[in-house]
């Protein structure tokens, strides 16, 4: 791409936060962003660091997880056309205890703090967009980790395939069980579960099917 091509999605993003948009404030917008490419496995952000920018996907996968005992406990994934941050050190300047890890080939389109609080001041729109992001962000990380804590595994597996069955194809399954909140082994014990009754069901189709025919008559 381009270096304006980069941008693309991002601005047609905008557009659409923000449809009446000016040219000249799109372009204080873009002045004040950079493009970082990331191979898989790549660490955007470690535990103990300050998340300094607020990141734009244009290509890629991004989860975020932390430490607990020294085991990766999964918080949430950031797909490709979404923003991804650490708000709270973002937003506070205070250490982060969560890492931002590349899952395959990831473009960011980043703005940082201090680029981000001269858009707040100098672009009447960038006020309305930043909240809007903002709002993104938040929904995305409690939606993953809050409203599992109460929630059956089963349920929450069923959600997890109703609503991010992309997930399945793009991350190994020790990274979803993390994300349930559970081990690996848990997890093959409830789709274990899950698939048991339509297994139950193909074999009693399968026994009726095999009915005995009759004997014939001897002429």
């Not at 191979?39 to 470690?46: D, E, L, P, S, T």
């Not at 406990?73 to 890492?99: A, G, I, M, Q, W």
């Amino acid at each position: 791409m381009w270096p304006n091509e980069k941008f693309s999605q991002l601005k047609a993003l905008y557009y659409q936060l923000v449809p009446d948009l000016s040219e000249e404030s799109w372009l204080k917008c873009e002045n004040a962003l950079t493009v970082r490419t990331l191979n898989k496995g790549a660490i955007i952000m470690k535990e103990g660091q300050t998340c300094n920018h607020v990141s734009f996907i244009n290509f890629g996968l991004v989860r975020m997880y932390h430490l607990t005992d020294g085991k990766e406990k999964t918080v949430c994934f950031f797909n490709e056309n979404t923003y991804l941050s650490d708000y709270h050190s973002f937003l506070t300047r205070k250490p982060s205890n969560k890492y931002l890890q590349a899952i395959e080939p990831t473009e960011l389109v980043e703005i940082n703090y201090d680029n981000l609080q001269m858009l707040y001041r100098e672009v009447p729109e960038a006020n309305q967009i930043g909240r809007m992001i903002c709002e993104q962000v938040f929904i995305a990380m409690n939606d993953d980790s809050e409203s599992r804590k109460n929630i059956p595994i089963e349920k929450r597996y069923t959600q997890l395939i109703a609503e991010q069955r992309w997930l399945l194809q793009k991350v190994p399954q020790y990274m979803i069980a993390s994300l349930l909140g559970i081990t690996p082994e848990a997890l093959s014990r409830v789709k274990a579960r899950m698939n048991k009754p339509i297994a139950k069901s193909g074999t009693l189709l399968a026994s009726k099917q095999k009915v005995k025919q009759p004997l014939k008559k001897r002429a």
